[in-house]
């Protein structure tokens, strides 16, 4: 099983700030297979980044993703009041197909 | 617009069986792989089936192995997840999930609702 660790748990930061996600996987996976997904209380997640980098349908271009093998990161720029949320990383490489713990985004 | 609405939550005491179903519409069903996705209150993500096109191949986590069963009804445009010998820790919000497939990758593109699960005696 691929175990995926997202760090930091919790990023405080301002609106305007740039925030970095981290998200680490137990074994390499194809850079194909790793998503990221944004989940606000009350709502189901929301496709942001698939195959690593490429932004999805509608996802504003302030949103990146970056990485290969074992180490991906998530870079939101210039933050919005929207984008404070709880931030997942997922690995479709191999069943099971597992997502990371999250990484919590708050107003500082 | 492009849509999945779950259906068949509600209470359950432990050891009993609930199905769970998914009308997916605007978009051709048949030609898609589907997926479970359940969470836990306050808790995070947990990919708990997969069904591929035609319905041939379904995977499972080992938490739900034996226990869970998807399936798929193409004609109907529907998805199914028969839950059954149910325990306390089954109890979350339940997701049917569209795989997307391109050449850049694959992703869950599309999620419905949600159907909330509630195992307690």
């Known amino acids: 099983e691929i175990v995926l660790t997202q760090s930091p748990g919790t990023l405080s930061l301002s609106p305007g700030e740039r925030a970095t996600l981290s998200c680490r996987a137990s074994?390499?996976?194809?850079?194909?297979?790793l998503a990221w997904f944004q989940q606000k209380p009350g709502q189901a997640p929301r496709l942001l980044i698939y195959g690593a980098s490429s932004r999805a349908t509608g996802i504003p271009d302030r949103f990146s993703g970056s990485g290969s093998g074992t180490d991906f990161t998530l870079t939101i720029n210039r933050l919005e009041p929207e984008d404070f949320a709880v931030y997942y990383c997922?690995?479709?490489?191999?069943?099971?197909?597992?997502f990371g713990p999250g990484t919590k985004v708050d107003i500082k | 617009e492009v849509q999945l609405v779950e259906s068949g939550g509600g209470l359950v005491q432990p050891g009993g069986s609930l199905r769970l179903s998914c009308a997916a519409s605007?978009?051709?069903?048949?030609?898609?792989?589907m997926n479970w996705v359940r969470q836990a209150p306050g808790k995070g993500l947990e990919w708990i089936s997969h069904?591929?096109?035609?319905?041939?191949?379904?995977y499972y986590p080992d938490s739900v192995k034996g226990r869970f069963t998807i399936s798929r009804d193409d004609a109907k445009n529907s998805l199914f997840l028969q839950m059954n010998s149910l325990r306390a820790e089954d109890t979350a919000v339940y997701y049917c999930?569209?795989?997307?497939?391109?050449?850049?990758?694959?992703?869950?593109?599309?999620w419905g609702q949600g159907t909330m699960v509630t195992v307690s005696s």
């Open positions: 997922q690995q479709y490489a191999g069943s099971p197909f597992t």
């Open positions: 074994q390499s996976v194809s850079s194909s297979y």
């Open positions: 999930v569209r795989l997307y497939t391109s050449s850049s990758g694959k992703a869950f593109d599309i």
């Open positions: 605007e978009f051709t069903f048949r030609t898609y792989e």
């Open positions: 069904i591929s096109i035609g319905g041939s191949t379904k």
